[in-house]
């Protein structure tokens, strides 16, 4: 993966994360008392676009962000001549960035590959991560730690008057992972996902889909040689067994729905689907098929698309191949998604407070505290960015017996 990853890395980007590394590790390895330091290399080629980055979005967009901690944490840690640790923190958020745009581009590729495939004619589909509202959350939840921690910075310098360890503190407290990790999840699902012959048309469906509680099928997606090809009993026991409520949508009148939905496993049949604004309809996933057979479901349903194209614009979710075989592991990416995101959240929070409390009390310096901070950052990018690989397990055992 690594050697894929430098390959793929934007090339100047990966020349300058690996100059720092080794100009760190001189750094470490010898005391440098007339010389200038080598981890000023690390700081001038990470640190220099973070510095510009912070100056540009507090200037000119007026929004605060990590970068701007980071910035911080920096100048101060060079002030106090901690350098290697200035250079340790530039370059976990370098790597963090990278390591963020590699996943967000793989992931582009993927749905790319599966666009041009299923149909060549159509236009460009571009994902973005950020547009959806746990990412937008946890960008507005790390503003405040930033003010938060310039705040308790300053009142650990003023009390204790040792600028050391307020220096420490806004090391320790730089919300790299909270930036990251988010996306990086969400790039991670959509990317797996896209592999198995599944688009997204928007990242938000799915958010969506890891809280949704009812799946609504139509007659021809769960009859008995129609079209879907996996055995709809299985499918639909598997769902109950994740917490999901089967429905079958058939219309007033039809003397075939009962018998379908028996032979479906489905108990729950309704002749149409609530209104918008309704909460089922919120918690409501509807399987159509994708070719025109079905009325549009309300704006407020979550459209799953089987055998559609990727110009489908009423659909959310576009299976393109005429089988929902792969729809637990599609929920079940989504959920683990969506615990990646909330544990990564808590892990980071707890660790820095932890860290901050140590920072106060003076255990953790800047470069101790700069080691602390980037263990736990990679720990959880890494975390986020390898859930494709547990998206491949969920596929290889969900379906290895009987579903």
């Given amino acids: 993966m690594i050697r894929s990853w430098l390959e793929s890395a934007p090339r100047a980007a990966t020349i300058c994360a690996l100059i720092s590394v080794t100009a760190l590790l001189f750094s470490a390895a010898a005391e440098h008392p007339h010389a200038l330091d080598p981890a000023w290399i690390a700081v001038i080629l990470c640190g220099a676009p973070i510095l510009y980055t912070s100056a540009h979005s507090l200037l000119c967009a007026r929004k605060v962000r990590a970068e701007l901690l980071v910035s911080t944490a920096l100048i101060g840690a060079l002030a106090v001549g901690e350098y290697l640790a200035a250079g340790g923190v530039a370059l976990i958020m370098q790597f963090g960035t990278m390591l963020e745009e590699q996943v967000i581009l793989r992931a582009q590729r993927s749905v790319d590959v599966l666009h041009t495939r299923e149909n060549a ?150 002749t149409a689907l609530p209104p918008p604004n309704d909460p089922f309809a919120f918690s409501t996933a ?74 106060a009390c003076g255990w953790l310096t800047p470069l101790t505290g700069a080691v602390w901070h980037n263990a736990a950052a990679i720990f959880i990018v890494l975390n986020a960015a390898f859930l494709t690989a547990s998206a491949d397990r969920e596929k290889k055992f969900a379906f290895s017996t009987s579903l």
């Fill in 286 to 359: 509807l399987i159509r098929r994708g070719e025109g057979g079905c009325d549009p479901a309300p704006a407020d349903c979550l459209h799953i698309s089987i055998g559609g194209t990727a110009d489908d614009t009423a659909a959310d979710i576009i299976y393109s191949a005429k089988d929902l075989s792969d729809l637990p592991v599609l929920i079940l990416t989504t959920r683990r998604m969506r615990q990646k995101i909330e544990q990564n959240a808590l892990f980071g929070l707890t660790l820095n407070f932890i860290a901050l409390g140590l920072a």
């Fill in 121 to 270: 004619a159509g236009t460009a589909h571009t994902i973005d991560a950020h547009a959806t509202s746990i990412v937008q959350a946890t960008e507005r939840t790390a503003s405040r730690l930033i003010l938060l921690a310039f705040v308790l910075a300053g009142a650990i310098w003023w009390g204790s008057g040792d600028f050391d360890r307020a220096v420490a503190a806004l090391v320790v407290f730089c919300p790299c992972a909270f930036v990251h990790a988010a996306p990086m999840a969400i790039s991670a699902a959509i990317d797996s996902l896209a592999q198995h012959g599944i688009l997204l048309r928007t990242s938000c469906a799915l958010e969506r889909l890891s809280r949704i509680e009812n799946i609504v099928f139509t007659p021809e997606a769960v009859a008995p040689g129609g079209y879907m090809q996996t055995n709809a009993a299985q499918l639909t026991a598997k769902l109950r067994r994740m917490g999901l409520h089967p429905v079958l949508l058939a219309p007033a009148g039809a003397q075939t729905a009962a018998q379908i939905a028996a032979q479906a496993g489905i108990r729950d049949i309704r």
